[in-house]
């Protein structure tokens, strides 16, 4: 499985914009780029992915690179609610591989 | 809808006694996965299927076992249960390779 490389941690402003970055050099054309987040004592929750273009829904945006070697989720207006781990994990085929993730804390 | 259920919720084990943990979904999803969690850190894949009759391992697939015989159930067993084994265990599906996967609550299990 091709690797990514998050940040350990981020912090921002609660109703402030939050960039969490996400390298993934090796990528192959075939790999999604798929991003899902673990609140504190739950199980993970997808947020969104995509494959060349950028993808907006309700949750995110996602932005990628042109050469795709990278990508950056994007919550619009951060709330406490949005403070999780949040995993960028690049998918071909069947598996479904997590990284480490990035721990992101929301301030008041 | 009840999505996906993973039974039990807590389990204490004894070294080298077996269980078996549960995991359902009602979506008629093709793919399942099972994961473990240990404290602080990422989410490991140890088996997953692509549909009924088909499984293969994940990245630390020993000292589990798995089946899959429907495509609502995937079970994962564990056999001669060891410390090594204590973690936080979740089930997860979705309908195809590049389409949402939703978890269950997880698992906890330990084994003393």
């Known amino acids: 499985d091709a690797k990514t490389t998050q940040p350990n941690s981020m912090e921002s402003n609660e109703e402030e914009p939050v960039h969490l970055p996400c390298n993934h050099s090796?990528?192959?054309?075939?790999?999604?780029i798929h991003w899902y987040r673990q609140l504190p004592s739950q199980g993970p929750e997808y947020v969104i992915h995509?494959?060349?273009s950028n993808v907006n829904n309700r949750m995110a945006s996602l932005a990628i690179a042109e050469d795709r070697k990278s990508s950056t989720l994007i919550l619009h207006r951060a709330t406490l609610r949005d403070a999780a781990v949040y995993y960028c994990?690049?998918?071909?085929?069947?598996?479904?591989?997590f990284g480490e993730g990035t721990q992101l804390t929301v301030n008041p | 809808n009840a999505g996906v259920t993973q039974t039990p919720k807590f389990r204490i084990l004894k070294i080298g006694q077996s269980m078996t943990l549960q995991c359902t979904q009602d979506?008629?999803?093709?793919?399942m996965y099972w994961y473990r969690q240990d404290p602080g850190m990422g989410l490991k894949l140890i088996y997953y299927?692509?549909?009924?009759?088909?499984?293969d391992k994940g990245e630390v697939p020993n000292g589990y076992n798995v089946s899959r015989s429907t495509t609502e159930d995937f079970p994962l067993r564990l056999e001669l249960a060891a410390p090594s084994q204590t973690s936080v265990y979740f089930c997860?599906?979705?309908?195809?390779?590049?389409?949402?996967?939703?978890f269950g609550q997880g698992t906890r299990l330990t084994v003393v």
């Open positions: 997860a599906s979705s309908y195809w390779e590049n389409t949402e996967a939703f």
């Open positions: 090796t990528i192959s054309g075939t790999d999604y």
């Open positions: 995509g494959l060349t």
């Open positions: 994990i690049l998918k071909s085929g069947s598996r479904l591989t």
């Open positions: 979506m008629n999803h093709n793919y």
């Open positions: 299927s692509v549909g009924a009759g088909i499984t």
